[in-house]
């Protein structure tokens, strides 16, 4: 049986120690979004697709801005640019457009099940995206998981070697994981082969670099969820090194 390993370190410290704890399952950080009727200029807004399949959050009161589909583990973090032929658009790190704003304001999402866009129409409010603080055992035990799928994955060995932050920013660092494991699921068997270690520690901006055995993340846990690499961007970074 292949089983994952943590290597779990304090960034504030310097110190490195191994620890070895069961940890609770992560709160749901988007329980408390709500929507009620609002103006435009509100920062996080509800959008409803026009062909009734689903909606999203779009929030604007950061650099960047996030757009979280209800429903699903990942938060999109999000660059505004000026779209060809007027309006904005708002891309993903890997140059993925996922939102578009046309001259007189009507918008169009680019979901992956409609790659040529739906409309959408802002429908009201929506709190800021914002994860709930997690604790060193949370912490703990999400890097087991995510190393012990790891290690099936890639049927070896695999070691999750983490930087451990206040527990206002352990969420990040837990949704930095879960980027990590949903990456590795879609991504090619043979990108995984030699993964024997993951590493995941706070810098000044996101990164992902993989030298086919470490699988190197930079998280700014400042930024929130606008502050790691993408599942995407990952999984490109993974299958990239394989080829």
Do not use: C
Not at 4 to 9: A, P
Not at 115 to 142: F, I, K, N, W, Y
Not at 147 to 165: G, H, K, M, W
Not at 173 to 180: C, L, R, S
């Amino acid at each position: 049986m292949f089983r994952g390993m943590i290597l779990l370190f304090a960034a504030s410290a310097g110190a490195w120690a191994l620890t070895i704890a069961d940890g609770a399952a992560q709160s749901n950080p988007f329980d408390r979004l709500v929507s009620s009727q609002t103006g435009r200029d509100e920062p996080s807004v509800w959008f409803d697709r026009a062909d009734g399949r689903g909606r999203f959050v779009f929030d604007r009161s950061s650099q960047p801005a996030l757009v979280w589909v209800e429903g699903a583990q990942e938060v999109f973090a999000v660059q505004r640019a000026s779209a060809a032929g007027g309006g904005d658009v708002w891309v993903t790190d890997t140059e993925k457009v996922l939102l578009r704003v046309s001259r007189i304001g009507g918008w169009t999402y680019f979901p992956d099940d409609r790659p040529d866009g739906v409309a959408v129409e802002p429908m009201g409010r929506a709190h800021t995206l914002v994860a709930a603080p997690a604790s060193a055992a949370q912490l703990q035990g999400a890097a087991r998981d995510m190393a012990d799928r790891l290690a099936r994955l890639s049927r070896q060995n695999v070691r999750a070697e983490l930087a451990a932050p206040a527990p206002d920013q352990n969420a990040y660092i837990i949704d930095t994981m879960v980027m990590v494991t949903l990456a590795a699921e879609q991504a090619s068997r043979r990108s995984l082969r030699d993964l024997e270690v993951v590493r995941i520690g706070v810098g000044e901006a996101p990164r992902a670099s993989f030298d086919g055995r470490t699988l190197d993340i930079s998280v700014n846990t400042a930024l929130g969820y606008g502050g790691r690499p993408s599942a995407a961007h990952i999984r490109r970074t993974l299958e990239q090194a394989a080829s």
